[in-house]
C-alpha cells in the first residue's frame, strides 16, 4: 500500500506515530515560514504542515502544488495548537518530512468544494471531478448503504437475487423502447427492458417463490427531475401472496431503511388511501401528507348565486389554508397568476379570509352572503385567521390537479414541506385502465399483467373504466417511491385483458405467447413491486433531483454530455447492422 491511513482517519491517539499519506491537494496557505496544504482523500481531509526553517528545500516543493495534485507524503502526526472543530481530524496535522508528487494535475474548471463555482454543465461535463466534492460523494455512499440494507433485509426474508436479462423484447410499462438493433438479425431490434416485468413472472412460474433485483431500467420518456432514461429499480415478485402480504413485508423494509439509514423508528402502520379518495381529496395519486389542506368540495354551496364562472362550472372545489389570512393582496395576486399560468390553467381564483369577528371577507362579496359564507366556512372547517382558496372548472380532474398545484405551492410558500419530516402512505385501489384520448382506446394504469379486483370482474366488457386494479403505489412525501400489483396468473384472464387494450389475438400472441404458454404450465398466484432506488436515495438525503445521487447522470436532454453521448456510429457500423440512417435535422 502506498499509503498507512486514509486522510479521514487520524485523531488526537495517534499523535507521535510515523504515517504514510496519499491525496489530491485541495487549498495550501502560505503563512510566513510555514506552508499548510489541506489534503483531500474520499475520506476526509489532513491538515499538512512544512516548516520553512526545519527544511526550506521540502518547503520550497510543497510551495509548487498546485490544486488536485496528487501526493504521497510521510511524516509524524502531531497535535494541532490551532484545532479545528468542524474536522473530525481537525485535533491534529501531519509535520511532513517527505514529499513526492505521485501525479500532476490541470487547473479544475471549478472548486471541489462543497459549495463550487462550477455550474451544471460545466460539473457534468467533468463528473469525474465533481464525484470528488465531499457533498456527492456522500449521496453515492448512501446509495451503497440503502443497497447494503436492502440486500440484508430481503436476503434474511428468503428472497433470491437472480439477473434477467437486458437485450429482450418490448416489455410494455407505458413508455418508449430503448431499441437495440441486431447484427445478426438484419431488421430485427432487441428492446431494453422498461423493467424486467416478465422475466420476475416467468420466475414465479418456475418457483423461485421470493424474488428481487437491483437492477437498471430503460424508458425512453420525457425527462424531469425525478426521471432518467435509465434508473434502478428494486425489483421484487413473490409467489402465493396476497395484496397485503406484499404491503406487509415492503412496509417492514421501508421501516428497516429509515431505521438502519435515517436513525428514524416509525412504529405506526402507514397510511392507506384508495386512489379515488386520493383523487378527490388531494387531486393526485401521489399526495403530499406532511400537510393539510384536504380539498373541500364547494359546488352544493356556491352554484346558483349569479357568479357565472361558479354558475357554469362543473367542479368547485378549495383548500383552508391555516392561519394564512394575513396573506397580502399582493401574495394572493402572485397566487392567482400561479394558478393561470398555462402550464397549471385555472382561469382564476377566489379567495375568502375568516375576519377576527368570525365573519368572512372575499373577493367575491357581490355574489355571496354572510349566510352562504357562514356555511361554507363550516364546510371548510375554517376558523378565525384562516385563508380559504377556491377553483372552479369544466373538468374535474382538471381543476382538482389545478387545485393540487395551489395545495403544494402554498405548502411550499408556508414552509410545511419539511424534508425531514416524513409520512408514508399507500395508495390502494388503482384504477385497472384509463382511456387514451389520443389513442381512442383504453390503456394499462399500472401494467397489462395487473390483475382485476375480483368483485369487479364482471364490470371488465361493459365498464372497464370502473374496474379497480389489485394494485398499490408506496408514496412517500408525494413522491411515489414503489409501486407493484397482484398479476394475473390465468392465461385466459390474461388473453381478456390484452383483448381489452385493443390487441389482436395475433399479435397478444406475438408478443406475450411466451407468457401465455408458461401461464398454462402451472402459474402459481402471484404479485410484487419495485422501488425506485433513485427516488429512495434522493429522498434520503433530502435532494431535488435524482441526478444528484447518480454517479453519471444523463441531462435533461437524455444526453451523457461527459462522454457526448448518445453520437453518430461509422458507417461500417451500419452496414453491418445492416441499416441507413436517414436523419433530416442534425
Ligand atoms: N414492473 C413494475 C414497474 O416497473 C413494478 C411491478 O409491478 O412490480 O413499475
Not at 16 to 31: A, D, E, H, N
Not at 123 to 146: F, G, Q, T
Not at 204 to 217: A, E, H
Not at 553 to 561: A, E, F, I, L, Q
Request: aromatic residues 10%; hydrophobic residues 40%.
Amino acid at each position: 500500500m502506498l499509503r498507512t491511513h486514509t486522510c479521514g482517519e487520524l485523531r488526537i491517539s495517534h499523535v507521535t506515530i510515523p504515517v504514510t499519506l496519499c491525496g489530491w491537494v485541495q487549498r495550501s496557505r502560505k503563512m510566513g515560514g510555514m506552508t499548510f496544504i489541506d489534503l483531500r482523500d474520499r475520506y476526509g481531509i489532513t491538515q499538512l504542515v512544512f516548516n520553512e526553517e526545519i527544511n526550506a528545500a521540502l518547503c520550497e516543493q510543497a510551495n509548487k502544488l498546485g490544486r488536485e495534485y496528487v501526493i504521497q507524503v510521510r511524516g509524524t502526526v502531531n497535535e494541532r495548537s490551532n484545532k479545528n472543530a468542524n474536522l473530525p481530524t481537525g485535533e491534529i496535522e501531519i509535520i511532513v518530512s517527505e514529499l513526492k508528487v505521485l501525479n500532476s494535475a490541470l487547473t479544475p474548471p471549478f472548486t471541489m468544494e462543497d459549495n463550487t463555482d462550477g455550474g451544471e454543465d460545466l460539473r457534468m461535463k467533468y463528473r469525474y471531478l465533481d464525484l470528488r466534492r465531499s457533498n456527492v460523494r456522500a449521496n453515492l455512499e448512501l446509495r451503497h448503504k440503502i443497497t447494503i440494507e436492502v440486500r440484508s433485509y430481503l436476503d434474511k426474508l428468503g428472497f433470491l437475487e437472480v439477473e434477467t436479462p437486458v437485450l429482450i423484447g418490448s416489455t410494455p410499462e407505458g413508455a418508449r423502447d430503448f431499441v437495440v438493433p441486431s447484427r445478426m438479425n438484419h431488421g430485427q431490434f432487441y428492446a431494453l427492458p422498461q423493467s424486467p416485468q416478465l422475466f420476475k413472472q416467468l420466475l414465479m412460474v418456475s418457483g423461485f417463490d421470493r424474488y428481487f433485483q437491483i437492477v437498471k431500467c430503460f424508458r425512453d420518456e420525457d425527462l424531469r427531475a425525478d426521471r432518467q432514461p435509465e434508473f434502478t429499480q428494486i425489483d421484487c415478485e413473490m409467489s402465493f401472496v396476497e395484496q397485503e402480504d406484499i404491503i406487509s413485508i415492503f412496509e417492514g423494509m421501508t421501516k428497516h431503511l429509515f431505521k438502519s439509514i435515517l436513525g428514524i423508528e416509525i412504529t405506526d402502520p402507514f397510511v392507506r388511501m384508495t386512489w379515488q379518495d386520493a383523487m378527490t381529496y388531494y387531486g393526485s395519486d401521489k399526495p403530499d401528507l406532511r400537510f393539510g389542506m384536504k380539498f373541500v368540495e364547494l359546488a352544493d354551496y356556491m352554484k346558483g348565486y349569479g357568479f357565472q364562472a361558479f354558475d357554469e362550472a362543473v367542479y368547485i372545489g378549495g383548500i383552508c389554508v391555516e392561519g394564512a389570512a394575513y396573506y397580502t393582496r399582493k401574495q394572493i395576486d402572485a397566487l392567482t397568476e400561479f394558478v393561470k399560468r398555462p402550464q397549471i390553467g385555472a382561469k382564476g381564483m377566489v379567495y375568502a379570509r375568516v375576519e377576527n369577528d368570525g365573519s368572512v371577507k372575499s373577493s367575491v362579496d357581490k355574489f355571496y352572503s354572510q349566510e352562504v359564507w357562514q356555511e361554507i366556512k363550516k364546510a371548510f372547517g375554517a376558523n378565525v385567521g384562516d385563508l380559504m382558496l377556491i377553483l372552479s372548472g369544466n373538468n374535474v380532474m382538471k381543476t382538482r390537479k389545478q387545485l393540487c398545484e395551489l395545495r403544494i405551492e402554498v405548502a411550499n410558500q408556508l414552509g410545511l414541506r419539511d424534508k425531514n419530516t416524513f409520512v408514508c402512505l399507500w395508495v390502494t385501489d388503482f384504477p385497472l385502465f384509463e382511456r387514451d384520448e389520443e389513442l381512442q382506446r383504453l390503456t394499462a394504469v399500472h401494467h397489462p399483467f395487473t390483475s382485476p379486483q375480483p368483485e369487479d370482474i364482471h364490470l371488465l366488457d361493459n365498464h372497464p373504466e370502473a374496474v379497480r386494479a389489485n394494485a398499490y403505489d408506496m408514496v412517500i412525501n408525494g413522491v411515489e417511491v414503489g409501486g407493484g400489483s397482484i398479476r394475473i396468473h390465468d392465461s385466459e384472464l390474461q388473453n381478456k385483458m390484452f383483448e381489452l387494450l385493443g390487441f389482436t389475438p395475433e399479435r397478444a400472441q406475438e408478443q406475450f405467447g411466451f407468457l401465455m404458454n408458461a401461464f398454462k404450465y402451472g402459474a402459481p398466484p402471484h404479485g410484487g413491486l419495485a422501488y425506485g432506488l433513485d427516488r429512495w436515495v434522493s429522498l434520503f438525503a433530502g435532494l431535488d433531483s435524482i441526478r444528484d445521487c447518480i454517479a453519471f447522470p444523463k441531462n435533461n436532454s437524455g444526453r451523457d454530455v461527459m462522454i457526448d453521448a448518445p453520437s453518430f456510429i461509422e458507417a461500417s457500423q451500419l452496414e453491418e447492422l445492416g441499416l441507413t440512417v436517414n436523419v433530416k435535422d442534425k
